[in-house]
């Protein structure tokens, strides 16, 4: 049969072509195949290495701590934190004992770790309660650009009761906030500055009605009738001033709308004795931060508050609510 | 014809279904008689036909009717037929050009094939021309024998188209091997014999080399050319003090990873894997090299950053960022290794001597072993392992010695199959033996019976090849009719009994299909008449299910129920 031989010997021609073709085969090296993964939308960093940034500042506080020294603080500590633990050493150098509300427990409830990939970015991680049970701690970890570390900027103490809004899970990680966002009720900015009017002017305040009670405003409130009374019976006067630093603010977006804003409010606090007394230090703190200077009819005290807010969204019809403060003199002078 | 009786049987030993069924007593019709070949009967009461007569070479009726089995193929057959036909004639009228013309018919038909049929339709056309007799019809299985014509050199060609089942080419190869001559056995012995050379000497060596080839090549593939599990790339010196990766690199090759990086002595280097963002964040206001990927197996493709130098500003040491990941320092060379996936994670690397300033020599070098290289032995193996086959086949299937090619037949074995004269088909269409008083089929005849039904099919293939050959060669002088030993010595049915028998198949089929009647009377080598007759036949058939042994049943009681009708 020819066709059939043909046929043959024409698939085993086939079959040789190949094999050289086989053989020629090279092994082409691997291609980079660049992962499309949203790099964008990751979080910047794991949980892991969150601890460990967070341990290696809790070490330099720990040390700082130990040696009541201030000045090893700014390798890690910066902003309001740092003239707060700053205050708060020099204060237990004078007495010997530092400050409980100092502490600051290793262990964390929960931490945010933003997505952004511009600097400065910030976590905001909250602790556990503390050994002696007072309440948890709203740490703020910034770092202000990729050629620095992460530094404790804010340490809040939260309110008992505070009800914190939620977050995306770590892995998933939250966004970063801006001081001028909007679809809140008030943008952040604008939030603080309110704030900081209620603490001046109380329920006289324009935005009182911005904002739901708190402790931070309880206290100061008792605190400012107490300080009256003594201050009355001196005729002497008082007064306070709240002062918004500028560019001193934190946000977080929280995961159902609103953001957490932590900002810092400057505070004086001017007590004048009247009738010729001398106004003295009201507290071993600011006995402490005084020092030995000379003590007039007036003296001014300055302290740091970082407060803590959660600003809700426009639509909610809920107010602002402040979830946690710190407040530390920092400065005692006589005027 | 005898060689439509042969035919018959050649194509019905062909086709399973095929009977052998004889209708009309074949008989040797001039020329020799052709040893007919008995097939296998498919309907058991057929059986008894296997003892018909020898059917005639001379009855290239048979042959023709066989051939026209296929229809379509009627046409170009009895075309080519024709053509066939008239080399026949030249060679030996005597020799039964029909006879011949039978064999080829059977053959063409068994392999129902074109060329079956062309041989059948010349061959029927030659015997038709080539001698007076009056055979004409070939008793198909199918029974469309009917247009047996009184007219032999008419009938030929109609015979063929009488026959439409596809048994024919059995019964036709049948014919062919009892008709030819020497020559055509020869030449189809020669031919096969050519072709079993050429596989088993040229096209087997080949393919076990190629095999072995394959083997050898798979072979070293695995073992020499085994592609190098130890992946070691470098960037050779950089400019800059600062290296970094794309993402991807990390674990292009495997997902584990030596890292190391060198600089000039006494120079810090060290190696972070992180994030591309914190990466970029670093690099920004820097002059770095970015690797891109492989460029060959050595060497990265790099690229350099085109910004401006602004010094390496910055209050943290390379070292103390919180934004590694995983971060190693020395002086000199520094190594890091990383397991895992490599995920978007790049490989930042800085080299910092004791002046900012200054130029380190930095190279960087990565080194994977990969768990997993390429197989590229296994399709050698596989493609061997094929040839082996192909080369096994070739070497036994393709060249087999015909034994059970249905198209191959072994001339050698034609002249076996002739028909006894014990087995030629008395006036009735039933062996000699049916009747009263006849002695009874001989043992031996038996075994012939089986070993020409063995054979059947070789020989119609045998039949068809040689009618290829004689095709394609050009007017090839057959002389398949030069043997016929049976024809010669006892020409068992008459001619003139054979002729009537055909004219009553003839007659009846005429009632059946006018056309088919008028078709077969017809000398020309009209195919379309002979399809038409075939057709018609067919149409007659009861059976469509086994044409030919239907037929020949149906032929058989047709024959006889004439028989009855005109006494």
């Not at chain 1, 909007?182 to 009017?197: F, I, K, N, R």
């Not at chain 1, 400012?224 to 306070?240: D, F, L, P, S, W």
């Not at chain 2, 095709?471 to 398949?480: A, N, Q």
Request: charged residues 25%.
């Amino acid at each position: 049969m020819r066709k059939p031989t043909i046929v043959r010997i024409a698939a085993a021609a086939l079959t040789v072509a190949m094999l050289p073709a086989l053989a020629a085969c090279n092994e082409t090296v691997p291609k980079v195949t660049a992962t499309t993964s949203s790099s964008t939308t990751s979080p910047v960093m794991t949980e892991a290495q969150e601890k460990k940034i967070r341990s290696k500042i809790l070490d330099v506080l720990k040390q700082a701590d130990d040696s009541k020294d201030a000045n090893a603080l700014a390798e890690r500590v910066e902003g309001p934190e740092l003239d707060v633990r700053s205050s708060q050493l020099t204060i237990a150098q004078a007495t010997g004992n530092l400050d409980p509300h100092a502490t600051i427990p290793d262990k964390i409830s929960q931490t945010v770790i933003p997505t952004d990939s511009s600097w400065p970015r910030s976590i905001f991680t909250i602790t556990t309660t503390t050994d002696d049970q007072q309440s948890q701690r709203l740490l703020v970890l910034n770092q202000d650009s990729a050629r620095s570390n992460y530094k404790l900027w804010g340490l809040v103490r939260l309110f008992q009761g505070a009800q914190l809004p939620a977050f995306e899970i770590p892995k998933l990680g939250s966004k970063m906030g801006d001081a001028d966002d909007s679809g809140l009720v008030s943008t952040p900015a604008d939030a603080v500055a309110h704030y900081a009017d209620v603490l001046q002017n109380g329920s006289g305040s324009q935005y009182a009605g911005d904002f739901n009670d708190d402790q931070l405003r309880s206290d100061l409130a008792t605190l400012t009738a107490t300080v009256q009374k003594g201050i009355e019976a001196n005729a002497g006067t008082q007064t306070q001033t709240f002062a918004v630093q500028p560019d001193q603010i934190k946000v977080m977006r929280a995961a159902g709308g609103g953001d957490l804003v932590v900002a810092q409010i400057n505070s004086e606090w001017t007590r004048t004795a009247g009738e010729g007394r001398e106004s003295l230090p009201a507290s071993d703190a600011e006995k402490a931060l005084f020092g030995g200077g000379t003590a007039t009819s007036s003296m001014k005290v300055t302290y740091v508050n970082v407060v803590a807010l959660f600003v809700p969204k426009s639509d909610s019809g809920e107010k602002i609510q402040a979830v946690g403060a710190e407040r530390q003199p920092v400065k005692v002078e006589a005027q | 014809m005898a060689i439509n009786m042969s035919d018959t049987n050649l194509q019905n030993q062909d086709d399973e279904s095929s009977k052998d069924v004889k209708g009309p007593a074949e008989k040797t019709t001039g020329g020799l008689a052709v040893p007919e070949r008995f097939e296998e009967p498919s309907i058991p009461e057929l059986d008894l036909f296997k003892f018909m007569p020898h059917r005639d070479q001379s009855d290239a009726v048979p042959a023709d009717t066989q051939t026209d089995t296929q229809t379509d193929d009627g046409h170009a057959d009895e075309a080519h037929m024709t053509e066939e036909t008239s080399a026949v004639d030249d060679v030996d009228d005597d020799t039964d050009p029909n006879g011949s013309a039978a064999v080829k018919d059977d053959v063409a038909a068994a392999d129902a094939e074109t060329e079956t049929t062309v041989i059948a339709g010349p061959l029927a056309d030659a015997s038709s021309n080539a001698t007076a007799d009056a055979d004409p019809t070939a008793v198909t299985d199918s029974g469309n024998a009917g247009d047996a014509t009184a007219d032999d050199t008419s009938d030929v060609p109609a015979d063929v188209p009488v026959e439409s089942e596809t048994d024919d080419a059995a019964v036709a190869d049948t014919d062919d091997s009892e008709n030819e001559g020497v020559d055509p056995d020869e030449a189809a012995k020669r031919k096969h014999r050519r072709h079993v050379r050429i596989m088993r000497g040229v096209v087997t060596p080949l393919l076990g080399l190629l095999a072995v080839a394959a083997f050898v090549f798979g072979g070293l593939n695995a073992t020499i050319w085994k592609p190098n599990p130890h992946v070691s790339v470098s960037t050779g010196t950089l400019s800059t003090n600062y290296l970094v990766t794309d993402p991807g690199v990390l674990a292009l090759a495997d997902n584990t990873v030596d890292i190391s990086a060198t600089a000039a002595s006494g120079d810090q280097v060290c190696i972070a894997v992180t994030s591309a963002r914190d990466a970029t964040g670093w690099l920004s206001g820097q002059k770095y090299t970015r690797v891109n990927g492989l460029d060959t197996w050595q060497k990265f493709t790099t690229q350099t950053s085109s910004t401006k130098d602004s010094g390496d500003t910055g209050s943290v040491a390379f070292a103390d960022s919180d934004m590694w990941e995983k971060v190693t320092c020395a002086n000199d060379k520094a190594t890091l290794r990383w397991k895992g996936d490599g995920g978007d994670r790049v490989i930042l690397v800085s080299a910092q001597g004791a002046d900012q300033n200054a130029k380190t020599k930095l190279d960087f070098t990565m080194s994977w072993t990969r768990a997993t290289v390429p197989n590229f032995a296994m399709p050698f193996f596989f493609v061997g392992g094929l040839l082996v086959v192909m080369a096994i086949l070739a070497a036994t299937l393709f060249s087999l010695e015909g034994h059970r090619r249905r198209k191959k037949k072994t001339l050698e074995n034609a002249h076996v199959t002739a028909l006894t004269e014990e087995e030629k088909l008395d006036q009735d269409g039933k062996p000699h033996w049916m009747h009263a008083g006849a002695k009874p089929p001989s043992p031996e005849r038996n075994r012939r019976e089986s070993r020409r039904r063995h054979h059947s099919h070789r020989r119609a293939a045998v039949e068809e090849e040689l009618r290829e050959e004689a095709e394609s060669e050009g007017p090839e002088v057959l002389d398949v009719t030069s043997v016929n030993l049976l024809q010669q010595s006892t020409p068992a049915v008459s001619t003139d009994e054979l002729q009537e028998y055909f004219a009553r198949l003839a007659a009846e089929n005429a009632a059946n299909a006018e056309n088919a009647a008028s078709a077969s009377a017809e000398s020309t080598p009209d195919d379309a008449t002979a399809v038409q007759t075939d057709s018609a036949n067919a149409a007659s058939d009861t059976d469509p299910a086994d044409g030919d042994t239907v037929n020949g049943d149906t032929a058989t009681t047709e024959d006889n129920t004439d028989k009855k009708e005109a006494e």
